[in-house]
């Protein structure tokens, strides 16, 4: 069942990147500014995080193949009716709906993934967030094609439609040719009991170090366009190009760091990523030129290529018993990051300046290091469920 949710996830990372270069098209299609298309993202965020609690207090009422099946239903028509809809108010409840099903997806398919996968789980995450993050290069990619092409935007959804129910139908198919995802004695979860939760103060560290590790991952993304434009002489179409090498690093990191998972305990290699994200990140906000600047954030981009899909190991390996939960548990900590941290970022720079709206996302990437450290105690035990 890998090759289906490799599939979903593939698609899902088209869905949430390919709407940069088609913005345009949609403000003058539903007679909005850029504020109140803005809101598409914030109804996004809203539908993913209601997803993801309803599948953490609701683990033992849905199956895992049941929720993967329905979310990808879900997301196709959602993109349907987005792309032949004519109306405002009619679109934020399509996109709100995008983001629950996208919600159901990223659970399944990490839980489905990891819970298959009890030999090399990192490695089997890895490949399964590599395909994710091929997705979100190839969105903006498929975008900017139909624009060239005088396409309008619907063109862009339709196609992305198409593809999410070309993932329905696989994921249905290939869970009806195993049983044992579909049957719930199975497939069910009872929720963790709060005693286990104080024996194992290290999930609650693990799910702190994804919210940073997210918050900063989507500051940068949101903002270092505008920083590296303000700090060097690169004219905005070169300053661009800084996220698309930080992404395009990140997504190629992910293969080398899913080998490099069977090699080094998992643990001890978030703690090394940990560092080098940090001193790349470092020699990003102090480089002097555009090559420089360009270099380090890419290097950056490297660093957190393995960091979520070791994240969920290390958490699975503690609690193997309840893949599902802990998967909604990190999802839950991802969504609050990826909504506060821009935010943040913006807020300070409104106050002082980009410069140290920038230079503030180092503190996060130091407590990251910091929380690595207890994970060590933890290798010997996890590396097997894990790596």
Known sequence: M??????????FGITISMSGPLLGQMETAFQVDSAEIGLLFSFFSVGFLISVLLQYFGSAKFTLARSAVAGQLLHALSLTGFCV??????ALALYLLAGFAGGAIQISANAIVARQA??????????LHLCFGLGALSGPLLASVLVD??????????LNAAGALLAFVWIWSASRGHIQLMNPDQEREGSIPWSQFRKEPLI????????L?????????????????????LDAALAGTGVSYFWAAMTSGRLLMAYASRKIPPALLVLLLTIFAGLAYFAFLHAETGFGVLLCLTLTGFAFS?????????????????????TAMAMISLGIGFMIFPWLVGQIKESANIGLAMQSLLWPLVCM????????????????AAG
């Open 2 to 11: 890998f090759y289906p949710q490799y599939f979903s996830l593939f698609i």
């Open 85 to 90: 809809n004519p109306q405002y108010e009619s």
């Open 118 to 127: 009890r030999e090399g789980r990192s490695f089997a995450l890895s490949i």
């Open 149 to 158: 092409r005088m396409l309008s935007w619907r063109w862009a959804y339709g």
């Open 204 to 211: 609650a560290l693990i799910g702190l170090s994804i919210l």
């Open 213 to 233: 590790y997210v918050g900063v991952e989507m500051a940068i993304n949101s903002w270092a366009t505008l920083y590296i434009q303000a700090r060097t002489s």
């Open 306 to 326: 393995g960091l979520f899909p070791l994240y969920l190991g290390l958490a699975g390996g503690i609690f193997p018993a309840h893949i599902k939960q802990i």
């Open 369 to 384: 290091i910091g929380l690595s450290i207890p994970l060590l105690g933890k290798r010997h035990r996890s590396a097997a």
